[in-house]
C-alpha cells in the first residue's frame, strides 16, 4: 500500500448505528486530519493530530470521536449520526515542523469515505 | 476569521485555451500556498505549491503569488477536457503547523 488509504470506501449507516472509519498512511507523516466534505460546501476541517497529540478540533460533534493511537493510524468512530452528516470523509497526512518553521508541507489526501446516513 | 475566496464558476473554456483561476486570501502572514484538483467523487489532489512572491511553472500549469496583493492564481495552457474538475486554493495561515484552510473550490469546464 502506498499513499494515504481509507477504509470502507462506502459506508450507509442508521442513526443508532456505531461504526468507524479508518485511515493509515504510509508517507511517514508525522500529521494527520479529517476533513468533512458535503455537497457545494468547502471542505471542513475537523480534526488534527500532530505528533499523535490533537492540536485542533473545530467544534465538532461529540457523535465525532477521533483516535490516534500512532502516527500512522487515524480513527474517527461514528455514533448515533444525524442524516445531514452524510458526506464524503476525507483523511489526510502531512510532516508537520514543529519549532516554528513557516513552511507547512503538502498535505496529501486518502480516497475518502463516502457515508451515508439514513 | 480566516478566509480564503475563490469564484465557483463554472469557469467554461474551449479546448486548447488557457484557463485562469483565482484565490484570494484573507491573512497577510500566510507562507504557504496550494492548489489541489478534485474530479467529481474523487478526492483533492496536489497540483502545485507556491511559497515565493512570482510565478512557479510546472507542465501545462503555472501558478502565480502575489503576497501583497493577498493574490494567487492557477494557469493551465493548452486546456484539455480532462482538466474538466474542481480546483481548490488551500493557504497555510500562520501560526506555524496551522491546518490549511480551503477555498469552496472552482469548477472548470473544458469543451472539446
Known amino acids: 500500500e502506498t499513499g494515504v488509504t481509507q477504509t470502507p470506501r462506502h459506508l450507509v449507516m442508521g442513526m443508532t448505528n456505531k461504526k468507524s472509519l479508518k485511515c493509515e498512511q504510509h508517507?511517514?507523516?508525522?500529521?494527520m486530519y479529517w476533513y468533512k466534505q458535503s455537497a457545494k460546501k468547502p471542505l471542513e476541517l475537523m480534526f488534527v493530530y500532530s505528533l499523535e497529540e490533537r492540536v485542533e478540533n473545530n467544534s465538532v460533534p461529540s457523535r465525532f470521536s477521533p483516535e490516534c493511537p500512532n502516527s500512522s493510524h487515524l480513527f474517527l468512530h461514528l455514533h448515533t449520526l444525524q442524516p445531514e452528516d452524510s458526506a464524503l470523509y476525507l483523511c489526510?497526512?502531512?510532516?508537520?515542523?514543529?519549532?516554528?518553521?513557516?513552511?507547512?508541507?503538502?498535505?496529501?489526501f486518502g480516497p475518502g469515505t463516502r457515508l451515508t446516513v439514513l | 476569521q480566516k478566509e480564503v475566496e475563490q469564484n465557483s464558476g463554472p469557469l467554461s473554456v474551449p479546448e486548447g485555451a488557457i484557463a485562469s483561476l483565482n484565490c484570494t486570501y484573507s491573512d497577510r502572514g500566510s507562507q504557504s500556498f496550494f492548489w489541489y484538483r478534485q474530479y467529481s467523487g474523487k478526492s483533492p489532489e496536489l497540483i502545485m505549491s507556491?511559497?515565493?512572491?512570482g510565478d512557479k511553472e510546472d507542465g501545462r500549469f503555472t501558478a502565480q503569488l502575489n503576497k501583497a496583493s493577498q493574490y494567487v492564481s492557477l494557469l493551465i495552457r493548452d486546456s484539455q477536457p480532462s482538466d474538466s474538475a474542481t480546483y481548490l486554493c488551500?493557504?497555510?495561515?500562520?501560526?506555524?503547523?496551522?491546518?490549511?484552510?480551503f477555498g469552496k473550490g472552482t469548477t472548470l469546464s473544458v469543451s472539446s
Open positions: 507556491i511559497y515565493s512572491n
Open positions: 488551500a493557504v497555510n495561515p500562520p501560526p506555524a503547523g496551522t491546518a490549511l484552510i
Open positions: 489526510a497526512s502531512s510532516q508537520d515542523r514543529p519549532g516554528g518553521s513557516w513552511v507547512t508541507d503538502t498535505q496529501y
Open positions: 508517507l511517514g507523516h508525522n500529521a
